[in-house]
């Protein structure tokens, strides 16, 4: 068993990592295409995807994880057996994420599925362990632990819806008979209902957040499409006004 003084500095060295391989997989790219030049070509079609400038979440999500991960590190913290647990899940979630970015760019479009479903499993599993006490929570938590988490898990969860369209696409996938409009805005309903019961469940603002901004996004790339962009306009209107009754409940549930 890893001392957890070991696994705190293991877990900044994965965060670290996985920063570093995705900066680099923007400017030195294998096979030469980004994934958002791969996105906006070999799966242009694909029509869950949301604007480009969506992606840029990443660079909040990051800054998260780096709060989380010197948070981890802290004298008092180093040493806490408590947070083992969701040491091993971020270090799972970042060893994935890697393997992720490697197979997508390979073309590898399944296995970056298998990899996406991994990082999302160990997300999961934490957050659980983290909403799963009744405990209060001081504020250096709250902001180094809670909301990295809810950030990452929360784009982790619409990235694998897409990435589940993009392997379908991949695989010469037709449908079923129903055309890409209407799967489209199924998955736009299954994103809005995700974050709704999460919202519902946990109060999670910075996990309806994070689906907002997807949904927002996915409205903008399909403005003069009134049943895309609709969809996602509506489903984003409904999310932000449960986030907002939910945000007012929270004084009193506190």
């Known amino acids: 068993m890893v001392p957890p003084s070991r696994q705190a500095v293991l877990t900044l060295g994965f965060v670290v990592a996985a920063f570093l391989v995705n900066l680099s997989s923007n400017f030195m790219p294998i096979n030469g295409q980004t994934i958002g030049q791969i996105s906006n070509t070999v799966f242009k079609e694909v029509l ?3 604007a480009s400038y969506a992606f840029a979440i990443w660079g909040v999500i990051y800054v998260s994880l780096f709060a ?3 948070y981890q590190l802290l004298p008092q913290q180093r040493r806490s057996p408590h947070l083992n647990p969701l040491r091993t899940m971020m270090i799972l979630a970042c060893g994935a994420q890697m393997i992720w970015i490697v197979v997508f760019l390979s073309n590898l479009y399944g296995l970056s599925l298998v990899a996406m479903v991994v990082i999302w499993g ?3 599993r934490g957050y659980f362990q983290i909403n799963g006490t009744s405990q209060p929570v001081t504020r250096g938590q709250r ?9 990452y898990l929360g784009w982790i969860s619409v990235a694998t819806l897409v990435n589940v369209a993009l392997t379908l696409f991949a695989w ?17 309903a299954v994103a809005m209902m995700i974050a709704m019961r ?3 469940q946990h109060q999670d603002l910075a996990f309806a957040g994070v689906f907002l901004w997807a949904l927002m996004a996915i409205a903008v790339r399909h403005s003069e499409v009134p049943l895309l962009g ?14 907002l009754y ?3 409940l929270i004084p009193s549930a506190s």
Do not use: E, H, K, Y
């Open 172 to 188: 010469n996938w037709q449908g079923g008979g129903i055309s890409p409009q209407a799967w489209t805005v199924a998955l736009i």
């Open 143 to 151: 902001w180094c632990i809670q909301v990295p988490w809810s950030l």
């Open 68 to 70: 989380f991960a010197i």
């Open 48 to 50: 869950i995807t949301p």
């Open 122 to 124: 160990a997300l999961m």
């Open 230 to 243: 609709g969809s996602a306009l509506g489903a984003a209107a409904g999310l932000g006004a449960l986030s």
């Open 246 to 248: 939910r945000w007012r």
């Open 198 to 200: 999460v919202v519902w």
